[in-house]
């Protein structure tokens, strides 16, 4: 049996590399497909980034990142698997995919962010990919927008990370810059 690629290294790819991943990478059309079927998937994505189906773990690698291709936002704030043939809702407690991995290259104004998601998914943060800080309290819950209505909730040692490098940037109010976009990083 083939062995699967192995996932990158963010930290031995270049920004460059990742641009160039991301821009070469090949999604379904989702935003096109409107079956008539409808029903419940019996998944859910955790608040943690694992997926379930039918009170089970999805332990497969490659199944996540397949059903994570061909998951929508509803107009209604719902989420759905689709395909050309149903259409099936799938419960999100947070957000539907995790950044937990990030590399920075560059400092301040000049800076690049580049992260990879749960799903193994690398994107740049900047005017597509926008990094924006929800509080509820005291607590404090950092998102990417990924695409099309989907976010990556921002892991805790990442956060600290883009936070560490905002503080050592010494902007007040504290702000971390990435593709030439400016990101506070409180509300």
């Keep these: 049996m083939p062995m699967r690629d192995l996932p ?20 379904p059309p989702v935003e096109r497909w409107n079956p008539p079927h409808r029903g419940h998937s019996e998944m859910r994505i955790a608040a943690d980034g694992r997926w379930f ?3 089970g773990e999805i332990k497969r690698p490659a199944m996540v ?18 395909t050309p043939a149903e259409k099936l809702i799938i419960d999100v407690e947070d957000a539907p995919f995790v950044a937990v991995e990030v590399k920075s290259e560059g ?22 990919h926008a990094i924006r800080i929800e509080t509820t309290g005291e607590d404090v819950r950092p998102y990417l927008h990924v695409r099309k209505g989907l976010d990556a909730r921002i892991g805790r040692a990442t956060w600290y990370e883009i936070a560490e490098w905002a503080i050592e940037d010494g ?5 971390i810059w990435s593709s030439g ?4 990083l409180v509300s």
């Design 8 to 27: 990158p290294d963010l930290a031995k790819l270049s920004l460059d590399d990742v641009e160039a991943a991301f821009a070469a990478r090949k999604l």
């Design 53 to 55: 189906h039918q009170g």
């Design 65 to 82: 990142q397949l059903f994570s291709t061909i998951l929508r936002r509803e107009n209604d704030g719902s989420y759905v698997l689709v």
């Design 107 to 128: 400092t301040g104004a000049a800076r690049k962010l580049g992260f990879r998601l749960n799903t193994d998914e690398l994107l740049i943060a900047g005017a597509d």
């Design 171 to 175: 902007g007040e109010p504290p702000a």
């Design 181 to 184: 976009m400016c990101f506070r």
